[in-house]
């Protein structure tokens, strides 16, 4: 079975740009979930969707949005790059609502975003 | 808001003595709790989680949790540390607003790092 995928691994963009990084969930899960961890901040809380739906959000700004796609990939776009947004961005996927019931989160290898 | 805290950055822990890595929390309701570890340039892999039940709960590669309601405390141990268990340990909190309802996203401590001295 295949895990959470994430694309690009790496990506480099300068200030001002805009990125997209993308998403492949495990077969079947429904929910997507996306995080920033940036040096020393730990996993911040980004997006989270269901069934195509955006379902909660984090404390981030406007120019982070993203969306679900009919089999549940998802993508996330980051506008207006700033220096400070670069980090490891981590998708995880699970299945539903009822997915930390049964066993977390599978998490993505990450995208690491550089802002130059 | 649901939050957890762990409160060392670092624990260092000579190879086959005992690994504890410290976690706190704070939810309204019943909380669902969670341990990650995530190893160089990788994601997350999940560990153990509380959700119900006995109070010591055991996961993946001989670790094991000890879940306290009165001191509001979600430790992660291990009782003899390996080198390969260097790593950075997340633990994660969900508000347990029943499976089925209200928020299902996780939040996470900073992480702490692990380092095991051969």
């Known amino acids: 079975e295949a895990g959470v995928t994430q694309s690009p691994t790496h990506l480099i963009k300068t200030r001002g740009q805009q990125a997209t990084l993308r998403c492949s969930p495990i077969s079947g899960h429904t929910s997507v979930y996306w995080y920033q961890q940036a040096l020393g901040l730990g996993l911040q809380f980004l997006l989270w969707y269901d069934e195509g739906e955006e379902r909660n959000r984090g404390n981030f700004p406007p120019r982070f949005s993203g969306r679900q796609f009919p089999n549940y990939s998802s993508e996330l776009n980051v506008n207006a790059l700033e220096l400070e947004d670069s980090a490891l961005y981590l998708c995880?996927?699970?299945?539903?609502?009822?997915?930390?019931?049964?066993?977390?989160?599978?998490f993505g290898s990450g995208t690491r975003l550089t802002v130059v | 808001a649901q939050s957890v805290a762990q409160p060392e950055d670092q624990v260092n822990v000579a190879e086959g003595n005992p690994l504890t890595v410290k976690c706190t929390y704070s939810v309204s309701g019943n909380p669902y709790l969670f341990w990650y570890v995530q190893y160089p340039n990788r994601g997350l892999q999940f560990l153990l989680k509380?959700?119900?039940?006995?109070?010591l709960v055991k996961g993946s590669y001989g670790f094991e949790a000890e879940f306290n309601k009165s001191q509001t405390s979600f430790h992660l141990k291990k009782p003899s540390a390996l080198v390969s268990d260097s790593a950075l340990y997340f633990c994660?909190?969900?508000?347990?607003?029943?499976?089925?309802?209200?928020?299902?996203?996780?939040?996470f401590g900073k992480g702490n790092q692990v380092v095991v001295i051969p």
């Open positions: 995880a996927s699970s299945s539903g609502f009822s997915g930390t019931r049964i066993g977390g989160y599978t």
């Open positions: 509380y959700i119900t039940g006995d109070n």
């Open positions: 994660a909190v969900r508000d347990g607003g029943g499976p089925f309802y209200g928020n299902n996203r996780l939040a």
